[in-house]
């Protein structure tokens, strides 16, 4: 007895129906995927939120978006460096919640040795360091996946003026900074020990919020710096004072702008969906659409403008 044998129009007809069948997964397994990697965001903002009360229950206050440097001695971890080399720590709200973060060691590391070196002789276990708090969706050494939501900002925004001003064409006041994580000041100047522009004396208080806690937007996602090579969390050269590495601006609304520019200074997931995930000053996460209206954008992260945001 002969055997049976599949036909060549048989093997085709079964090889497009497993095509067909991979072709509905595939979209599915990325949808999953997405899904996923959303929810690890959401779960990280959340845990950042519980850090940024950890620290106002003990402070009284919430951190700085960007706040004064403090100077102090330092050591070398290199043996053959100079010990005890006088120099002022950037500070930012990223490095102020390390220890609410299960991160205090690093935290320790930050306040004592020196990163005023070049580059190439930063403390790598610093600088680089990786906190999937942080940069679980970057991946990158000393990445940030988030930024505060100080205010509106300028519109637009003037290239000239970055340092100094944080993209304002004119001198800003703590009135331009409307958000629960607000700079201390713009232009810091190491020679005077002071800020071309002061803003605040303290950062932003509970009492402050009168908006709402549940009502007031703190922190969003945001991609890669994209004019100046992306954004380190603690790195004194980008931890502050630019709003491009340390916070995010809600006028230009979220998602992509107008101009490579805007698209950096606006908040953005690294993920497809046109969402971005955002941080409320209770704690909770909420889902901002990439169409918000900059207009309804700003009214959701203001903390007392007493906007009907609906």
């Known amino acids: 007895m002969r055997r049976a044998a599949f036909t060549l129009v048989e093997v085709l007809v079964v090889i497009a129906i497993i095509g067909a069948l991979v072709g509905l997964l595939l979209p599915a397994v990325q949808a999953a995927r997405t899904s996923a990697r959303r929810m690890a965001c959401q779960n990280d903002l959340r845990q950042i939120g519980l850090a940024l009360h950890g620290y106002q229950d003990v402070r009284r206050a919430f951190p700085f978006a960007a706040g004064r440097p403090r100077p102090g001695k330092v050591d070398h971890l290199e043996t053959s460096a100079e010990s005890g080399l006088d120099y002022v720590r950037p500070q930012s709200w990223a490095i102020a919640i390390l220890p609410f ?29 990786k906190i999937r708090v ?14 505060p939501l100080p205010g509106p900002g300028p519109s637009p925004p003037d290239a000239g003026h970055r340092d100094d001003r944080w993209y304002f064409p004119a001198a800003p006041s703590a009135a331009d900074f409307t958000g629960v994580l607000v700079p201390e000041g713009l232009g ?14 303290k950062p932003v208080r509970i009492a402050e919020i009168t908006d709402g806690l549940a009502n007031t937007l703190t922190l969003a996602e945001c991609s890669d710096y ?10 004194p050269r ?35 969906g ?31 403008g007493g906007e009907s945001a609906h």
């Open 101 to 129: 973060i299960e991160e205090g060691v690093l935290g320790t590391m930050y306040e004592r040795y020196c990163l005023a070196c070049p580059p190439d002789a930063q403390e790598p276990d610093i600088v680089e360091a």
């Open 134 to 147: 942080y940069n679980a969706r970057s991946g990158s050494a000393g990445g940030l996946d988030f930024a």
């Open 188 to 201: 810091w100047s190491d020679s005077t020990g002071t800020y071309a522009i002061p803003m605040r004396s």
């Open 226 to 235: 994209s004019l100046d090579g992306g954004v380190t969390w603690q790195t």
């Open 238 to 272: 980008y931890s502050w004072p630019n709003v491009s590495d340390v916070a995010r601006y809600t006028g230009l609304g979220a998602g992509a702008g107008a101009t490579p520019l805007e698209t950096s200074l606006k908040p953005r997931s690294r993920l497809p």
């Open 274 to 304: 046109s969402v971005v995930q955002a941080l409320r000053a209770d704690g909770a996460v909420q889902t901002v659409e990439d169409s918000i209206s900059a207009t309804l954008f700003t009214a959701l992260c203001s903390r007392s």
